[in-house]
């Protein structure tokens, strides 16, 4: 059986309390349920953080309270610092990787949400991936359009990263791509070709969760995503209890496709993490 790795993107930027009294917004309340994630199987965890009043927040103490707790309460869990946009400053966008996570989240393009246009300039994104290597960070490539895979083998080609990056391709949301199984065979084989020693995997955003992790499943990725991020509920007309409830899900899911969720050792071997403790 192979060993998939379980992303659990516990916060985000965009649900608050009133979207689903899950989402923890306070340090603790991330570590907590980041550690109830890891219980139930999950061995990355993608971090954001957020001001009192629930608004995104680019804190590094706040980073720090988190990735101190994590690594404390989840021996050998990835820690993935979000440098995503939406709502924080861009020049605040780097702020808290001299911390030096393991992982760090890196979109190479802009694209239009469905409220803002979610811009990463080409000085903005070649800066972040100087810091990331500077700190030992692996970058996760977030692909919301074809032409990000080919932003990614640019930085490659500058020198700015390693030729195994971790892919990851974000479908469903609205005016990106769509969640359409072949657009997945697209960008998957683009991505082999322009970048053949990356890892990868795709994130469903709302409904599409289980179904893109069914397709990520089928085509042997090296990793699914899942958390209260990009998804507040179970059913339609169920909100989910918590991250940990949807990670068991999705070890459910790798089971059904005759896997297994992988230990922290065999995460960080699959994306070729050696970054110390």
């Avoid at 996570?101 to 802009?110: C, H, K, V, Y």
Wanted: glycine letters at 6%; aromatic letters at 4%; proline letters at 6%.
């Amino acid at each position: 059986m192979k060993p998939v790795v379980i992303a659990v993107a516990i916060t985000g930027s965009v649900p608050r309390k009133k979207d689903n009294p899950g989402v923890p917004i306070t340090p603790s309340e991330q570590i907590e349920s980041t550690h109830e994630a890891y219980e139930a199987g999950a061995t990355l965890v993608h971090i954001h953080v957020r001001n009192p009043d629930e608004s995104a927040s680019s804190d590094p103490e706040l980073f720090r309270q988190v990735q101190e707790g994590v690594r404390k309460h989840c021996p050998g869990m990835i820690v993935q610092f979000s440098t995503g946009g939406r709502g924080r400053d861009p020049s605040a966008r780097g702020s808290a990787l001299y911390l030096a996570p393991e992982m760090a989240s890196l979109s190479t393009g802009s694209v239009n949400f469905p409220s803002i246009v979610y811009e990463n300039h080409t000085t903005l994104v070649e800066d972040l991936a100087a810091k990331m290597k500077e700190n030992r960070i692996r970058p996760e490539i977030e692909i919301f359009d074809l032409s990000h895979i080919h932003a990614a083998r640019r930085l490659v080609d500058k020198g700015l990263m390693d030729e195994s990056p971790h892919v990851q391709f974000v479908m469903g949301v609205q005016n990106a791509i769509p969640a359409d199984e072949h657009l997945l065979d697209i960008l998957l084989a683009e991505t082999k070709r322009v970048l053949p020693q990356a890892s990868w995997t795709a994130a469903g955003i709302g409904a599409n969760q289980s179904r893109v992790m069914d397709w990520v499943l089928a085509r042997n990725g090296d990793a699914v995503r899942t958390g209260l991020e990009d998804n507040i509920r179970i059913t339609r007309d169920r909100l989910a209890k918590s991250n940990a409830e949807l990670v068991a899900l999705a070890a459910g899911a790798i089971a059904r496709h005759g896997n297994r969720p992988a230990t922290p050792d065999e995460a960080r071997a699959a994306l070729r993490i050696s970054h110390p403790l």
